[in-house]
């Protein structure tokens, strides 16, 4: 009878481990407990310490790759800003997010009873990076001249309430990369003392943690883990929170996978005589 | 029956173009993740597929969304409105980028990218000294180290310790020995701290993705989500 060698599993078997972990908690929910980071808090506190009628600006800057990580930040930010009746001005430096921003926008649009033009407006995508964020410093309807449907800024009734980041009471910025939450930090927040959140996908996030310490950033969400925490803050469950059973559950697999192979590791040197070749490995299984 | 139904016609009120959009979708995305197993043929099709319509889509992305409102339409502008004629120049510099593929011509590519070079270099200078270096040098030398609880101070100490240690770690004009060397050695634990969070974060992010693509096969096509 063949014995199952631990130094030598077949990687397919850890990607089966895998996907029944992601996907059995999808379909059968377990609603593990989850705590609530100061970043987080902070966001959301930002965002409720912003008076009702206030313009808030949401610059997406992702894409559809990204999505699942950072749609779930878009729906509950549109959601917690609609709820408080803030208006809501969005810009992109990205080409492929102004359809993913409307998409999540229309609807909830409809649920608030808002409407296009008086309640939030999409300016779409401008070229340029940060040389667009500095114009927007100086003119925001000079910078985007058009928004999304083509229609002329300064035609649109919010449009005319904005003139530059004076008229923005907190700028959310949903960031996956270049141009992104950095560029929004230097050229924005550090020369115009604009009170910038941001929400980035989870390998962007660690460096922009100390710009909450230093109060450049007033909130950041990071990953699916703060798109979770800042669902449950505005109390909607969305695709993020729903998503955190199984991103639990195969982080907990990746870590006794981890400490298996260090166990198994030890355990065959602690079995090779003393000075004897370590032996080579198997040869891999494709890929 | 009523999931079969679902799960090939799709929900009730859902349009045929939607639901032949999560089929496709679907076996895209189980023909990507067919490699898992081992490389064969369909996975290369869905690669194929996939560089072809993303270079199809950016292209015209670009085009719409920048060539045609910021160049074509300033320089030929709708009855009634003004010419930008100076945006000739950024039109020129953009020719002389595709002069690269004329051996004669190549270097006036050159003229485009030191100008690309040159502005982003002054933009991103000063947007770097204000926002990163300054700030964040201001924000470690001011950290309060008496106010917030003892976990808050002991936090705000590690801070200020971890920017020494890691800082005398990249001072090369001395030798790592004694206690230069033992404050450089407690820099290389914090920078590993910081690779280890990164590298945590790393591994949420992908798993994170892979349950979007769950998501969406067990509940937009299979349904098997409530």
């Known amino acids: 009878m063949a014995q199952f060698d631990l130094r030598n599993v077949d990687r397919r078997v850890i990607f089966t481990l895998i996907f029944v972990a992601v996907a059995w908690p999808l379909i059968q929910p377990m609603r593990l407990p989850m705590d609530v980071t100061p970043p987080v808090q902070q966001l959301y506190d930002s965002v409720e310490a912003v008076p009702p009628g206030s313009i808030v600006m949401l610059a997406g800057d992702y894409s559809p790759d990204t999505m699942p990580e950072l749609q779930p930040m878009v729906v509950a930010f549109v959601r917690h800003a609609f709820r408080r009746d803030l208006r809501i001005v969005t810009t992109s430096l990205w080409a492929d997010s102004p359809p993913l921003i409307e998409a999540a926008m229309t609807p909830l649009a409809e649920e608030f009873g808002k409407s296009y033009g008086t309640d939030f407006v999409n300016l779409g995508y401008m070229a340029g990076g940060t040389v667009t964020l500095l114009g927007m410093g100086a003119s925001i309807p000079n910078t985007f001249p058009q928004d999304y449907h083509q229609t002329p800024v300064r035609d ?6 904005v003139e530059n980041f004076d008229d923005i009471a907190l700028v959310m910025n949903i960031s996956s990369g270049t141009p992104g939450t950095r560029e929004w930090v230097q050229q924005v927040q ?6 910038l959140a941001s929400g980035t996908t989870a390998v962007a996030a660690p460096p922009f943690y100390p710009y909450v310490q230093s109060g450049q950033l007033v ?10 925490e800042y669902e449950g803050l505005v109390g909607a ?5 729903r998503g955190m059973d199984a ?23 602690r079995a090779r005589p003393t000075g004897a070749a370590r032996p080579a490995r198997a040869p891999e299984v494709s890929p | ?34 490699f ?24 015209a992305l670009l085009y719409h969304n920048t060539l045609v409102p910021k160049l074509f339409v300033p320089l030929f502008p709708p009855e009634g409105e003004p010419m930008l004629w100076y945006r000739i120049f950024p039109g020129i510099l953009a020719v002389f980028m595709l002069l690269r593929f004329f051996p004669k011509l190549s270097w006036l590519s050159r003229w485009s990218l030191g100008f690309i070079v040159g502005m982003y270099a002054g933009v991103n200078t000063t947007g770097f000294a204000q926002g990163d270096f300054v700030a964040q040098l201001h924000a470690t030398m001011t950290t309060p180290l008496t106010e917030g609880g003892g976990l808050s101070i002991a936090l705000n100490v590690a801070a200020i310790l971890g920017v020494i240690a890691t800082l005398v770690y990249f001072f090369f004009s001395k030798e790592h020995r004694g206690a230069l060397g033992g404050i450089a050695r407690v820099g290389i634990c914090f920078l590993m701290v910081a690779f280890g969070a990164s590298f ?23 349904h098997l989500m409530h």
Not at chain 1, 237 to 241: F, L, N, S, Y
Not at chain 2, 203 to 220: E, Q, Y
Request: charged share 15%; no cysteine.
């Open chain 2, 1 to 34: 029956m009523t999931w079969l139904h679902d799960f090939v016609l799709g929900a009730p009120g859902t349009t045929p173009a939607v639901v032949w959009g999560y089929w496709v979708a679907a076996v895209l995305t189980l023909a990507v993740y067919s």
């Open chain 1, 237 to 241: 469950t969305g695709d993020a929170t």
């Open chain 2, 200 to 222: 945590g974060y790393t591994v949420m992010g992908r798993v994170s993705l892979l349950i979007g693509r769950m998501t969406f096969l067990l509940r937009d096509w299979l």
């Open chain 1, 247 to 269: 991103q639990s559950i195969v982080h907990a697999l990746i870590v006794f996978f981890i400490l298996l192979g260090n166990v198994v590791y030890l355990m065959e040197r």
């Open chain 2, 36 to 59: 898992l197993y081992k490389d064969n043929p369909l996975y290369r099709f869905a690669e194929s597929v996939f560089v072809g319509v993303g270079a199809a889509y950016w292209l």
């Open chain 1, 156 to 161: 649109i009734p919010l449009m005319r309430e």
């Open chain 1, 219 to 228: 909130g950041l969400l990071g990953g699916l883990k703060g798109a979770a």
């Open chain 1, 190 to 195: 550090s020369r115009y003392r604009v009170r």
